[in-house]
Structures are given as structure tokens and as C-alpha cells.
């Protein structure tokens, strides 16, 4: 069982559709990394949160420390939403390395 | 654009060879991560250096090296290629945090794509 889990593993939906996508952990986390893999290769950085929710446009990003869980939501979904999506736990003590999710690939159809 | 340039962009090469991949942080980064990413696989973490000295390694099979240079650049060495090590190629940087602060946000390069034939 990996440490960091996401769900779905692929989803599709229409253009407009409200999106979420999950992120569940079980280890210890201090902070929780959202980024986007554009089908080209590029990765961008989305969020970095440790508690409650943050904003940025249409992206949306949630998370609960003590349930152990976090998760995207996209509203207003459009066709360049389509990308995969990785969550990241970083476990915030000396190891700087980040606990990688598998990733959750979302495809927007017009 | 996030601030981490990374060059060449793409590598085609045969096996046996040897390439070096580069790697130039953010300003103000101490900290350069090197990642490989197979053909439709996630990112494998492969080492890490913060402010010249190696501080972590993860999948780095022998063949591949990496070092980070004074001026805080970073190169990765891969050398008697093999096709499997076809791949995107990724280098992140961050500001490493202090101690139990929580946050490691890391900014990712553009990638080079090597090609081995």
C-alpha cells in the first residue's frame, strides 16, 4: 500500500463539470503538495497547504491534518483543465524529500 | 515559468553513451532535486543537493551521477546507456525550510527528454 494515495486513478467529464479529486495519506504529513503535469511534460506547482483550503481561479484545494486527507476541486471545468494531477506529502522533519501520489489523470471533454 | 531552467531540452543518443543533463535552480534555491520520469510512469525521486553537498538519494542506479556546483547549478551524468533510460528527466529546486517548518514547495524545470537508441 503506497503512503500516498489518490483517487480517482483517471476520470473524464464534460466541460463545465465540478471536479474532485482525492488525496489520502498514512503517514505523518506537516504539508501537502498539489502540481499539474500538462500533457506536454511541464509540471507546474498548484498549491502548497498545511491546513484548511486555499484558492486560485477555478482550483480549489482542501485539507484535513487529522483525517489524513486532501482534495482538488476544479469548478467550471474547462478542456485545458485535462492534465495529470499529483499529490505530494512533504513529512516536514529533516528528510526534505516529498511522498509522491501516483497521479490522477483528468480529461475535460468539450 | 518557474524559474528552473534545464538543458537541452531533448537528447537522442545510442546506448552505450554517455550525456550529461543540466540543471540551474531558482534564484535564491539551495536545494536541487533530480527526478526521472518513464514513459507514462510516475516521477521516480533520484537524489538530492542542497548548497553544493549530496543530502539525498533515491533510485539512482550507478551508471547515473549528479553533483551541484558552487554557483549552485546542478548536472546529472548518465553514462553506458541503456534503452530503458529513456525518459523525461526533471530537475526541481526549493528553498529548504527550516527544521519541522512543514513546507518544502519545490518548482520544477521544464524537463529534457532523452531518447536512447
Known amino acids: 500500500k503506497n503512503e500516498v494515495e489518490q483517487s480517482p486513478q483517471n476520470l473524464t467529464a464534460q466541460e463545465g463539470e465540478f471536479i474532485t479529486i482525492n488525496c489520502s495519506y498514512s503517514v505523518g504529513i506537516s504539508a501537502l503538495h498539489w502540481l499539474q503535469q500538462h500533457p506536454g511534460g511541464g509540471i507546474v506547482s498548484l498549491f502548497m497547504?498545511?491546513?484548511?483550503?486555499k484558492k486560485h481561479g477555478r482550483l480549489i484545494a482542501t485539507i484535513n491534518i487529522q483525517e489524513k486527507h486532501s482534495s482538488l476541486h476544479i469548478t467550471a471545468s474547462h478542456p485545458r483543465d485535462s492534465a495529470v494531477y499529483i499529490c505530494a506529502g512533504n513529512p516536514g522533519d529533516s528528510n526534505y524529500q516529498l511522498i509522491w501520489g501516483a497521479g490522477t489523470k483528468l480529461i475535460i471533454k468539450p | 515559468d518557474s524559474g528552473v531552467t534545464q538543458t537541452p531540452k531533448h537528447l537522442i543518443t545510442a546506448t552505450g553513451q554517455r550525456v550529461t543533463l543540466r540543471c540551474s535552480p531558482r534564484s535564491g534555491d539551495l536545494s536541487v532535486y533530480w527526478y526521472q520520469q518513464s514513459l507514462d510512469q510516475g516521477l521516480q525521486f533520484l537524489i538530492q543537493?542542497?548548497?553544493?553537498?549530496?543530502?539525498a538519494k533515491g533510485n539512482i542506479l550507478e551508471r547515473f551521477s549528479a553533483q551541484q556546483f558552487p554557483d549552485l547549478h546542478s548536472e546529472l551524468n548518465l553514462s553506458s546507456l541503456e534503452l530503458g533510460d529513456s525518459a523525461l528527466y526533471f530537475c526541481?529546486?526549493?528553498?529548504?525550510?527550516?527544521?519541522?517548518?512543514?513546507?518544502?514547495?519545490?518548482?520544477f524545470g521544464p524537463g529534457t527528454r532523452l531518447t536512447v537508441l
Open positions: 543537493y542542497y548548497n553544493g553537498e549530496e543530502r
Open positions: 526541481a529546486s526549493s528553498v529548504v525550510p527550516s527544521l519541522n517548518s512543514g513546507y518544502n514547495e519545490q518548482f
Open positions: 497547504l498545511s491546513s484548511g483550503k
